[in-house]
């Protein structure tokens, strides 16, 4: 029997067939506007609620921002970190600004891969961390592509080494259709892909599950929503893009 | 509920259910020729209009130039900046000429984007500007394409840290169909994308909402005109070009 | 009311409305064979029947042989030039040999772009020149592609500062469907695209106005010929050449 | 009469009219999520159980990571290597960290390919192997591609040599449609490529037989399932997807 | 009414209208296997029927074996280079081996072109000649492209300047639809492009001229054979490949 | 009466309407699993079996694999070799290792192109070879591209000018659709191309000879079979893959 962590966003644990098996990292690959930190934020607060405590990497936004962005979904979780539950890695602002002072994990160089890791098992142990969001590890080699496998491989090691169930969320430009070169996609337990396609004058979400390491899942592209409560996949529903295939 | 800024455009406020939530920084991305500067232009103009001061950044025209283009659609600024209520940063002549001599805020090296972000500072406090436009920022790194987030990064700083709600015009080849690079397209907290295709011998205007942070808004593609009094979008309108989909 | 350079070319103000917004800078592009050379000559020459006094900057061609094609159409400037109202800058020989010491506008050194500024200066002071043609753009930054925009900036600073209205010849491969790359596109104040294509076994000539600042123009793609009299342009015709789009 | 390695894969030795011929060396190609570990564990576990010693070359995976993945499917191989007829060669830990240290075949660098096949010619000799797999090769060449070629040659010397058949797993992008770059491709005796395709919303898993040398083969495209129990082929069924011929 | 050189092959001087216009330039551009070689021999054989001495410079073949090449079609030069009507400049040999020491015009380095273009002189005063092939230009520029135009333009103004009306063989690559780069294709006077297309299992070959200075020419793709006497055009037959357009 | 050299391959001498010309050198062009090397087998074995005695030219295998390949198909080419009328060029072992220790004609730095071609002078001269196959050349130029036209050049010249008439093997990658590249696709005197293409599932083999100086030939592609007895082109049958063509 699978041992699962639950994402908690409805309708994703149906296509995952129960949810992550324990200790995968997972790459949450997409284009912009297409929800990926959304994502990340729904499954660390589904998993405080759950009783697992949970960080989130900050590349892109300032942990200030961040707290305001999960607010808005109705997840506060500065009663979380109060508890010592729930901890925000600030590799955004290098500690640089007023606010970026009352932050607790604080990486001082983003572009040092080694302290950031430094910085993040600190958070993980005190926390007791069961979930981990890293938005996005692209940021972390955009300027050097090359070492793109290396910091996924490191990263992998770490989090999965501490016992976490992670998510990394791959940016890809809205024109690429992979999902963030070969080294990082080979690298990841789990891959999975969200979209936003124009067809037809329309914008249309989906996602689809590429591959998940222990366990079977839907091998098929459901609908999603962006509500103000968070994310709603479809797992009954299909969406259907592009050529036919016959199996004889 | 979400504090909006009306960008006055008919039409446009619409498929923004409201306008843009403030304090976002919007990515205006589009080919030469789709209209891109009018649409900043008037979204300064209107906030000048209903008491909010602005400021534009022109990195691509001389700034009488800007003030002529403007005035050809009936938007004479010359008045507000006598009150001190708008201000064009001249990132342009690098005070080269006689007519460069008469601007307050002139970028002395337009390539030195510290030089540009505190002479930005400057422009937005001395005329307590709730919108700018920066006309436009590829023209920041065209030439260091390596920079590009970086760049937009500092700028979405500034801009979002001094309560401005701000246009990043992105141009892009008329070939191109991304935002104007990954980085880029990540960082904006929002995304339009203004398109002129030539369809069977006619070329046809239309653009689309990709992203809008913290408010959903129409996800269909709309035609709009550029007429002698500005942009009118058409919200009741779709313009629908390529594949069909099914959702079952 | 917009003050107008008509081009005289049979049919092309009608698509431009009354003809080009004076002090505008219009890129004309285009592949091998599409008529961008007789395009200019004939957008000259009309000028010099109108009272308008020319420059033409020969890049490709030796001032020689310019004439000579000038001619072969019936347009003979040589009467012109003695008369002070037109000029040919010599940007291709360097100086060099029997004829080109006949040239009164050499630029020694065709790749510094300052030095043919200079002499562009000078001729267009001299005649009074009201029109300009650049035959080609392309040619100046062919082996430093990265200088494309800030040459297209300082040509347009220059023509545009001096009064007069221009027209810069972009050359693009016959397989490229840009007008140029991303700076030079974005710079223009109009951009004129010649088209010749194969269709069915053959070739079809035709032009699309893709952009003007100033006016509004044809927004369809207009076939045209190559007469020994010069260009003809069909504005109650429309080439029709790909997909379907429909407004709802 | 060629003398013939069984795979052991259900229906995989039907389409390879009777196995993989002796000494062959075969590139096993796919992108992320096709099964390419899985055809690999599978591979090794049937020699064992058909008395044929293996070697599987982790380059990926931690070697404890590897046993467990292998056990899921019931491929228990722990007492195989008590035995001494089955080695994992560790080329992932660099010999880091406590698990490592109980691992017998470390490659201190894994980026020395000299070392690697030292290591690797150890063990096949300690074991006798028949079977190896390295998964995968892509690494060893991912940051100099244009070393890719010569690595697969001096890994074909090797394996041929000391008389095992072999495979080599080579990781290509989800969006890349070749084997692994022409030297690769060239090199190996044998191609096997494992697709996993979005037709119609749904994913399809195929795989094709390219190439091999010695045997006749199956020339189409077959559908196969990653159970439970591992991979099925269906040697009956066949994946149409694309163009028509005719030969007339 | 224009001086026009006849190129005397079946059906070519019909859809040029009668001749190349004398002293253009013009590039004769195809993958291999199109013709361009057979193409430039017969325009000089047909030359010196006529009373007008050639020259043929070869940078693909040993000279011995341009002359062979030659006599196949039955185009035997011996006896014109014996009275001093025809002469093949060697830029092949290096003058290395006994038979390029028989040669009279040798280019010693034939990278130098520098030295090329003054043994050409040379050739062309020697033997007075109004027709000259350059087989192949591409070779001159295949390792700098950034040479091309430098290259090309160098070439026109000696062949021009000296009266001559030339071919200058451009070689693509099969799958490549330009002729040779923007530099070289707006370069020259005139481009006539062969083509051979896999059409239905077939190989169709085909001609168009997609330019001509100083004449009308044929605009539709016309089907050409290769035969034992040479090329053989079908000025009333067209070639159809492709899409359909309309003009209303 | 051209003199022609029989290939032997059932088929390939009627679409080739009698065989090679003499001392053509042709490059023949394929995917990996296009059975080029068996094409080149076949070609000098039936060579043997005519009283014309060949060389192999080995840089993708060692030359006891390839006696064996060949023998697989019933070439046994030993006898030919103690007679002096067959033998191989080893340019893949280096020398290292005891077999290698038995060759005759062995290249001790395989990339070195000058030594390459002495050590293939003597083997043609020692057997008095009227037949060469290099398989391939594409190993001599894959990690230097800009040599390739003069490494194919160099090798012309030497097996043209010692009366051969040989075959150059020329891999390309799978998704590939040229020969080679321009320089090289224009240097030989012939090509033929071998295609592996996947076709509604199925593998189709085909090949179509591009051009060949000095005979026509077949314009079609042929299919053709590997069978234990080599391959078999069917000259009757035509591959029809793709577009329409008219001629009216």
Redo the contacts between chains.
């Keep these: 029997m699978v041992d699962r962590v639950k994402t908690g966003i409805p309708g994703m644990d149906d296509i995952l067939y129960g949810g992550i098996p324990r200790r995968n990292i997972v790459l949450l690959s997409g284009?912009?506007?297409t929800g990926k930190s959304i994502f990340s934020y729904q499954y660390l607060w589904n998993g405080l609620r759950e009783g697992e405590p949970g960080v989130f990497v900050a590349l892109?936004e300032?942990p200030v921002q961040v707290r305001i962005?999960m607010a808005?979904f109705g997840w506060d979780v500065r009663e979380y970190e109060r508890q010592g539950l729930f901890a925000v890695v600030d590799a955004f602002t290098s500690g640089i600004g007023e606010a970026a002072k009352k932050e607790r994990y604080v990486v001082t160089d983003p572009e040092d891969v080694g302290l950031l890791i430094d910085v993040l098992k600190e958070a993980i142990r005190d926390v007791g961390a069961k979930r981990v969001a890293v938005d996005?590890v692209?940021?972390l080699y955009?300027?050097k592509p090359?070492l793109a496998?290396r910091t996924v491989m490191l990263l992998k090691?770490v989090l999965s080494g501490l016992g976490t169930t992670s998510i990394l969320v791959s940016?890809?430009?809205?024109?690429?259709?992979?999902?963030g070169?070969?080294?990082v996609?080979?690298?990841?337990d789990g891959?999975i892909r969200l979209d936003?396609?124009?067809?037809?004058?329309?914008?249309?979400r989906s996602l689809?599950i590429?591959?998940m390491?222990?366990t079977k899942h839907s091998?098929?592209?459901h609908?999603f929503e962006i509500t103000d409560k968070g994310i709603i996949v479809y797992p009954d529903?299909?969406?259907?893009?592009?050529?036919?295939?016959?199996?004889?």
């Design positions: 284009g912009p506007g892109e300032h962005n808005q996005s692209s940021t955009l300027a090359v496998r090691r940016q890809v430009s809205v024109t690429e259709r992979g999902f070169g070969p080294g996609e080979h690298a990841a891959i936003l396609d124009e067809v037809d004058g329309e914008l249309v689809i590429w591959k390491r222990g091998m098929r592209r609908p529903k299909v969406v259907r893009i592009g050529r036919r295939v016959s199996i004889e």
